[in-house]
């Protein structure tokens, strides 16, 4: 391995109605989130197709350079991306919305995409991915949208968060709901030894009856964004795993994990 974010790296997942019993495994094109000088991803850029050969799954090729960070679906044809991320030309230089979109179409299924303008300050220092999503915002289900909420005015995702949330406000999803939105505040530790931090619990992965939630050594504040989750993930079981080591290496639970969906007979 020369990267550990299989989130990013790996598959990403689909099923399709019309093909029951199929496991499919999109392979995005990987460089390293943009080709920065210190990125290695010759390994990586492989494990989409290597875990596809593991567990069975049919392969959908992709030439779109993305990472399964980088979205967030309803399952229902909507599409969370950041003009930052998908039109990032360190990515995919002659790429624009309707290209991506297309593809976004064609391989996910996709058939609303919802463009975050940026994300997160953190994400754009040199090891960041340029403003993935899945630190931002999510959907847990369909209509309800989760979002990251910085609420100290002395940290500059503040504003961003405030920004992006009347920019959600007026958004619809696939089938032309508006999101009802759901704060998910962050912990009050500002700072770390290199700057404000990103810290965000909105970068969870589910289990089967379960939520792993990371944690920031908070107790208060850890424990108030479990009741949260669960409130959005109804009859799912909230733990909280400290997550400060990984975000010190630039990321989460959500981006060091990714699931496999039940295929149905």
Partial sequence: MDEFWLR???????????????????????????????????????????VAGLVGAEVVSSLLVNEGGGIHVDGEGTVLVTETVQLDPRRNRFADRARVEAELARTIGATTAVWLPRGLTRDYDDFGTNGHVDIVATIPSPGILLLHHQPNPEHPDHEVTRELRAMLADQTDAAGRAFDIVDLPAPDTLRDHEGFVDYSYVNHTLVNGGIIACGFGEERADARAREILESVYPGRRAVTVDARQIFAGGGGIHCITQQQPRVPA
């Fill in 8 to 50: 990013d790296h790996g598959p990403t997942f689909v099923l399709d109605d019309e093909r029951p019993g199929v496991l499919g495994a999109v392979d995005w094109i990987f460089n390293g989130w943009g080709a920065p000088d210190w990125a290695s991803w010759d390994k990586a850029a492989q494990h989409a197709r290597l």
